[in-house]
Each structure stands twice: as C-alpha cells, then as structure tokens.
C-alpha cells in the first residue's frame, strides 16, 4: 500500500513541486491550501492530486482537514509543513497583524499540523515530518523580524520533536531553503534580484522549486531512518553553517 503524504500550502510554489515529487515517488498525495481556489483547481486538474482547502493557523481547522484527508487517503505518513507567508517591514514600524499573522502561519501551524498526526505515527511506528523553514530563519533578514523569528522558531520544534519521537521510526527533519524562483521571490523587482540577490549566491542563480522537492523526497524515504533532528541547507552556497 502507497504511504500517504500531506503537503501544507501545497498547490503553488515549493508545495506544489513538493507534491508533484512525492506523487512520482509512489506516494498517495494531498495539498493543502488556504485560499486560491483557481490555482488550487488548476494544480488538481494539472497533477491529478486532492487540494484540500483550510487554515493551517487554526487549530480545530486543521483537525477536521486532517481528518478529511485520512478518511479520503488514509492516514497520513508523511507530513510536509511547508505554508508559509510573508509580511515583511522594519519592527519600528509593524503592526501586531504583521507580526502575529506570519507567526501563526509559519510557526504555530507546526504545532497545529503535527499534533493531528503525531499520535497515529507513533501507532503505527512510522512517520516522516518534514519542516520547510528558510535561510533567513538561520541567519536573519533586516525587515522580516516576523519571519526570521518564526522560520527559525521551525528548527527549534523540529530538534524537539525528533527527540521524542526517534524510538517511534518517526523522522523529523528541516530544509531551509534559500532564494528559490517562486512567485513570492520572482515579486522582487529584477533590477534588485540582480543586483543585490544574485552576488550573494556563491553558484550565481536562484534555486528552482524542483530542487527543494528532491530534498524533500530523500527525507521522506524510508530509507532514511537514520536521519532526524536535522536541517538541510539548500541555498547555493550563500550562507553556511
């Protein structure tokens, strides 16, 4: 039987290539998304996966979106925290809805997605979970105060998580990605992309989506069970630890 994979903020972007990945390596996949629904339906009738359409900030949404999932999938062996979203500006000048709406999307939603699967993983004696976190997360961005918290606050959980859940064959394991050619980075002007981005970026390109989701593929393998607690570095060469 196809182990059942679940992707947050999986129709565009990273998600989406995280998806098509997983589904190509035998996986039963759905993505999860908050609330384009012409991408969301574009995703499904172009990759023939489930879109499943909540909240990942809401706790109660994400149990019966969850649910959802394992009662059409079955339940879910591979969780893939990947939604995340941006309200970047200079601390002086946030605002408390700056602030807590990218804290509760791309932190607490960490919490709010694994506490929905976490106890059937460790039932079953299987789970792979997988944190998509990013290079400002490890070293900082001047104007994401917001995200920089939250992205690194994903490492922190992922190193706790997999402590207490290594003797359960689950996995739980970080990627921090660096400027990769999504819509959200592509949204920069490109004077500044090339200018100010590429320089910093020792291969001298922005990373593809494609490139994230193979990490995302070797993490979730089972034949990776000897990995966990860890944070792979995906960002050309622009920032190493």
Known sequence: MSRVALV??????????????????GYKVAANYAGNEEAAAGFTAATGIPAFKWDVSDFEACKAGVARVAA???????????????RDGMLHKMTAEQWYAVINTNLNSLFNM??????????????????????????GQMGQTNYAAAKSGDLGFTKALAQENANKGITVNAICPGY????MVKAV??????????PQIPVGRLGEPE?????VV???????????????????GQFMI
């Open 8 to 25: 947050t903020g999986g129709t565009r972007g990273i998600g989406a290539s995280v998806c098509v990945a997983l589904k190509a390596a």
């Open 72 to 86: 059409e999938l079955g339940p879910v062996d591979v969780l893939v925290n990947n939604a995340g979203i941006t």
């Open 114 to 139: 694994s506490r929905q699967v976490i106890e059937g993983m460790r039932e079953r004696n299987f789970g792979r979970i997988v944190n998509i976190s990013s290079i400002n997360g490890q070293k």
């Open 180 to 183: 990769i050619a999504t819509e």
């Open 189 to 198: 002007p490109q004077e500044v992309i090339e200018k100010k981005v590429l």
């Open 211 to 215: 490139e994230i989701a193979r990490c």
């Open 218 to 236: 070797f993490l979730a393998a089972d034949e990776a069970s000897f990995i966990t607690g860890s944070t792979l570095t995906a960002n050309g």
